[in-house]
């Protein structure tokens, strides 16, 4: 058979023609220097230079003319490879030359990566995805979390867990005694406020002195735990956060593991032990300090007198209060503790990653101290405490 006329030459002498071999076959010409410096001819046009007939279901090549070739031509035998599949066409790929065949090879070993390319997905659907998926990693990362910390608890309670007596020490130091000064400056300038306006309200009825009351009651069973939860979480949890992403970073955390101690117990268990520990205590005295804040306004604004304002804050709060509010503290402490032990292990190795790491330990404590206060304030409802 005569063979078609190419259906592109351009200016560098490269040339394409297709023609048919057979009744169901054909095969592909190609000449000259095939470079990724001019456009690649379009796979589809050169299929329409076979003219009409019955439709191709085998397809060869002959590039004996290739002078020389790159990326250009791997490109343009990709297009047609991929179009040849579309239209359930076999290929025949012994004539091309043997560098091609192995790119084409390798092309296909390695899958391609998900790009834009396909049916577009509206962004919004996009982002509930992804937002779905990375919400069920954190929760399944955090449980995780949450189970290895047990086991460390477990270790402790046998005698088994492996951590330094000095470390425990020194956490204890900086979540106790060093946060005293702002967790009196928060408790009492809350106490103050709370006081402030509930006698503005209260001086309406003539009932100012119930502004002990409120204080008492708000500071010991709410306001003390969670406030101080809070303080923690951006003073402490956040420490904890840079402190074992900078050990990341440093490959510190991957040492231990090597030397087979296991970080948990090395590095998580001090930190949340030294928190148990410390926050009932700072919960006890933001307490009084928030009561004393009250005092200011109570007796200062609203002319009670020191024996007046204690009295009735002492029949206020009953034993139940305290203890509620102490034990929400041991809570508070854990989360604290493990939300800022898990983002700085999860942290990446680099300086901004460290302070990513910080930040989305601060934010993850508040938002689990919130829904955990809520969930304590629905249980003490239902069981009327």
């Not at 593991?257 to 030294?274: D, H, N, Y």
Request: net charge neutral; proline share 4%; charged share 15%.
């Amino acid at each position: 058979m005569t063979p078609a006329p190419p259906v592109s030459v351009d200016e560098r002498g490269r040339a394409l023609s297709v023609r048919r071999t057979g009744p169901d076959a054909a095969v592909v010409e190609m000449a000259g220097a095939w470079r990724n410096d001019s456009s690649t001819p379009d796979p589809v046009d050169a299929l329409r230079g076979l003219g009409p007939g019955a439709p191709v279901r085998r397809l060869a090549f002959d590039t004996r003319g290739i002078t020389a070739w790159d990326s250009g031509l791997v490109t343009f035998v990709l297009q047609l490879l991929a179009e040849a599949k579309a239209e359930n066409v076999e290929v025949d790929r012994a004539g091309l030359p043997d560098g091609v065949q192995r790119l084409l090879r390798l092309v296909e070993a390695v899958p391609e990566k998900q790009t834009g390319r396909g049916r577009a997905v509206p962004p919004w659907l996009t982002r509930i995805g992804l937002g779905a998926l990375a919400l069920w990693s954190g929760v399944t990362s955090g449980l995780g979390f949450l189970g290895e910390a047990l086991l460390g608890l477990g270790a402790l309670l046998r005698g088994r867990a492996r951590f330094r007596s000095t470390d425990l020490l020194f956490v204890i130091q900086e979540c106790g005694p060093r946060a005293l000064g702002i967790v009196s400056l928060i408790s009492f300038l809350l106490g103050l406020i709370l006081a402030f306006v509930g006698a503005v309200q209260l001086q309406q009825f003539g009932a100012s002195i119930f502004v002990a009351n409120l204080v008492a009651i708000a500071m010991t069973r709410e306001i003390g735990c969670i406030m101080t939860g809070i303080v923690m979480a951006g003073r402490t949890g956040a420490a904890f956060a840079a402190q074992l992403g900078t050990m990341n970073t440093n490959q510190e955390i991957d040492a231990l593991r090597t030397m087979g101690i296991s970080p948990m117990e090395f590095l998580v268990l001090p930190r949340m032990l030294a928190l148990i520990l410390m926050m009932p205590l700072l919960t006890i005295y933001a307490n009084l300090v928030g009561i004393v804040g009250g005092a200011v306004v109570g007796i200062g604004m609203l002319g009670l007198t020191p024996v007046q304002y204690f009295e009735q804050t002492r029949g206020a709060v009953h034993v139940t209060d305290f203890l509620l509010g102490v034990g929400k503290s041991v809570v508070f402490g854990v989360v604290v503790a493990l939300a800022g032990c898990l983002r700085g292990m999860q942290s990446g190795r680099s300086a901004e990653a460290v302070g990513l790491a910080a930040t989305s330990a601060v934010v993850t404590s508040i938002v689990l101290l919130i829904v955990l206060d809520g969930f304590f304030a629905v249980i003490c409802n239902v069981l009327g405490i």
